[in-house]
């Protein structure tokens, strides 16, 4: 661990943690396959249901126009992964750039919400991937060919994901592919710290730099 | 490095990293998102991101209420609620904006950004204020908007603030809540790529053109991870709206954020704007502006090379903004689509009601929305009002024109503008996002066409089954008139 990382340590404990994210070091778990390529945050969320002013209860609403019919929750689309009862797990996995367009973080409650921790694809858009990690999910970014071998798995396969060691594996046939993420962006998943604790603890420095630098 | 040899616009750069060729230039080679993001580190933390300072904050209803939320969660205040704007435009209506809003929950996230904004200290331009609108249309208008400046906001349209030659780029909620506490971002540096367009524009082409046609060429995640720098002759000549426009759009090819280095078009819209610097503070102001471009021996991570005369009116046929055609082209086919929409185009092409091969002029039109912050500045409703003087839409045609601030709007008035749209049939509402996300009442209905000026064809993005085409907003003013998709250029004269 950095000096950085370890000073972060230790000006995090003994603070009472507001807002503190479940800290997130191995999943082991079914999956949810959504082949789908280019999926945008307004299918995630369609932006009807950003009208709420708190983080919680968006994921009876995620994928809502792909999982209902004209928007009537008793047609469900039976055809939809989400609505297959066959398929159960923390993890999604979808096609490539999932999460582009709009920046609304509500993409990201609403698949934690859901009950998913990691979202695995071949390709993610920068906002989406900053807005799941800073909501402690985790966004896994395996080469296409890896996310095609995941896809070709029955319903009853596990996967596992070992963020310490950065690896994702399919449990039954062994297969496995390292996954990169930054070091800090790693400490503060595998401990639940958020960069708002961060960015309090240096205010100094910062406001030491309006007064240099501005 | 990342190189696509598919298209041939695209020149591959000289060896060895970028880091390691900027090394070798002697004088450095900054380009200008690097003069401008190296003045703004206060610190980088060892293999992580750097500690990225933001000049200004804009903020709006829909993604701050859990920011401000956060805040109170953990005791404190907006740390420099002076270099915070907010205003409303996501959620509210378009049409009598003196009543009281009559959705229920929209009012209440109204409610609670006044609310915060009162109790953080955070000047809101609200209904009412005569600053109020889309929040990528006030900035620049009221002079916030600054060469040199790194600006966030709540929202991927941000880039838009990049023309002036400023970082700008859109957050998520829980990054908003890290501006408010201190100002600043996480951020590690994006990569960098320069998309430069040469020669002058064909009649009928403006400037949602271009990107559109940008669009189509490198595809809606072409520029994922990077910072675009737009340059050539071709925009440099443009207006400071219409390079709006094409930054607005940078995110719709995956980019972080899109710049333009400023010139003389930007000092002159930025002068004597109600928010710029005045008197002695111009003068200083100016002399850093005019540092702001990329050395002649920048190095760029991946570069792209167009010409303006091969872009023609533009619209969109598919769910992605990349999937875009010339209005006289036929709708691709898998053997024709590029790569990345290959998957996704039989299931686009089924949402919208489309088929393969088939000539996308012609195609009936329902709905004809000219708004959002991609164009509904006053250069965007002159161009529609120039085109339409005299003509009247089509009968079954429904024409909404959103303006993008109460400015515009007002200056819409001043010029009898107006006038025009009430004689061609056409509904001026009042500022807002409108039909662009349907978040408020203007929403499109299932099944029908909406030809519009936004920037987003997404599934359901205008309502739940709406089926958009993007385009410029004289290729809207044209379909408005006929009732269908229509080459703009056979009714100019
Ligand atoms: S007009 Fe559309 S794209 Fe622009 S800020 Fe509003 S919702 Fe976002």
Request: glycine share 8%; hydrophobic share 35%; with cysteine.
């Amino acid at each position: 661990m950095s000096f950085e990382l370890a000073s972060l340590n230790s000006k995090l404990i003994n603070r009472s943690q507001v807002n503190k994210m479940k800290a997130l070091t191995t999943i082991l778990s079914r999956f949810v396959p959504i082949n789908i390529e280019n999926i945008d945050t307004d299918q995630i969320i369609p932006a009807r249901f950003l009208k709420a002013t708190t983080k919680n209860g968006f994921g009876k609403n995620l994928f809502r126009d792909w999982r209902y019919y004209n928007d009537d929750e008793s047609k469900t689309r039976a055809d939809f992964p989400l609505n297959m009862s066959q398929f159960d797990g923390e993890i999604l996995v979808a096609g490539k750039n999932f999460g582009c367009g709009s920046s609304r973080e509500h993409a990201a409650w609403s698949i934690l919400d859901y009950g998913f921790r990691v979202v695995v694809s071949s390709f993610f858009a920068d906002i989406f991937k900053n807005n799941a990690l800073n909501n402690g999910v985790l966004p896994v970014q395996v080469s296409e060919a890896f996310l095609q071998r995941i896809f070709l798995q029955d319903n009853n396969t596990e996967l596992t994901i070992d963020l310490e060691k950065q690896t994702i594996t399919i449990i039954s046939t062994g297969e496995q592919e390292h996954f990169d993420i930054s070091s800090y962006k790693k400490t503060c998943l595998m401990n639940g710290y958020d960069d708002i604790d961060y960015l309090i603890s240096i205010k100094e420095e910062i406001q030491k730099f309006e007064l240099e630098k501005l | 490095m990342e190189i696509q040899t598919h298209n041939d616009s695209y020149k591959i750069p000289p060896a060895g990293s970028r880091a390691e060729r900027r090394e070798r230039t002697e004088f450095g080679g900054a380009t200008l998102f690097e003069k401008i993001w190296d003045k703004h580190i206060v610190k980088t933390i060892d293999d992580g991101p750097s500690v990225l300072y933001i000049d200004r904050h804009f903020i709006h209803e829909v993604t701050s209420p859990q920011a401000f939320t956060g805040l109170n969660k953990r005791g404190i205040k907006v740390l420099r609620p002076h270099q915070t704007i907010a205003t409303a435009d996501h959620n509210v209506p378009t049409l009598n904006q003196h009543l009281p809003i009559k959705e229920e929950l929209s009012r209440l996230q109204v409610e609670a950004l006044i609310q915060n904004c009162h109790e953080h200290g955070v000047e809101l331009y609200g209904l009412g204020h005569p600053f109020q609108g889309i929040v990528h249309v006030i900035g620049p208008e009221l002079g916030i908007t600054q060469p040199g400046m790194t600006i966030v906001c709540g929202d991927s349209h941000t880039s838009t603030h990049g023309a002036f030659g400023a970082i700008a780029f859109g957050i998520g909620t829980s990054e908003v809540e890290m501006v408010f506490a201190s100002q600043c971002l996480l951020q590690s540096k994006p990569k960098l790529m320069r998309i430069n367009i040469e020669g002058e524009l064909n009649k009928g082409v403006v400037s949602k053109d271009i990107v559109l046609y940008i669009l189509s060429k490198i595809t809606s995640s072409g520029a994922t991870g990077y910072a675009i720098e737009f340059a050539g002759s071709t925009i440099r000549s443009l207006s400071m709206e219409a390079r709006m426009t094409i930054c607005n759009m940078s995110i719709e090819m995956g980019g972080r954020c899109g710049l333009i280095a400023p010139d003389e078009i930007t000092f002159n819209y930025i002068k004597g704007k109600p928010l710029s610097p005045k008197e002695e503070q111009w003068q200083v102001s100016l002399n850093k502006w005019k540092t702001l471009y990329s050395d002649t021996d920048a190095v760029f991570d991946k570069e792209y090379y167009f010409k303006a005369e091969d872009i023609e009116p533009m619209i969109t046929y598919g769910t992605n903004p990349g999937m875009g055609i010339s209005v006289s082209a036929t709708i691709p086919t898998v053997d024709t689509i590029n790569e990345n929409d290959k998957s996704g185009l039989a299931k686009s092409l089924t949402y919208m009601g489309l088929t393969q091969g088939a000539a996308i002029k012609g195609q009936k039109i329902d709905y004809v929305f000219i708004g959002s912050c991609t164009n509904s500045r006053i250069e965007d409703l002159r161009l529609v009002a120039s085109f339409i003087k005299g003509k009247h839409k089509a009968d079954d045609v429904e024409v909404w024109i959103v303006p993008g601030s109460k400015q515009v709007e007002a200056q819409a008035i001043a010029e009898g503008i107006d006038k025009i749209f009430e004689e061609a049939g056409f509904m001026l509402r009042q500022p807002g996002c409108s039909a662009c996300l349907g978040m408020n009442e203007d929403k499109i209905p299932a099944g029908k066409y909406c030809i519009s000026t936004s920037n987003r064809n997404f599934e359901g993005r205008q309502g739940a089954g709406a089926r958009t085409l993007l385009a410029s907003p004289l290729t809207a003013a044209a379909a408005a008139i006929t009732g269908f998709v229509t080459d703009v250029r056979e009714l100019l004269n």
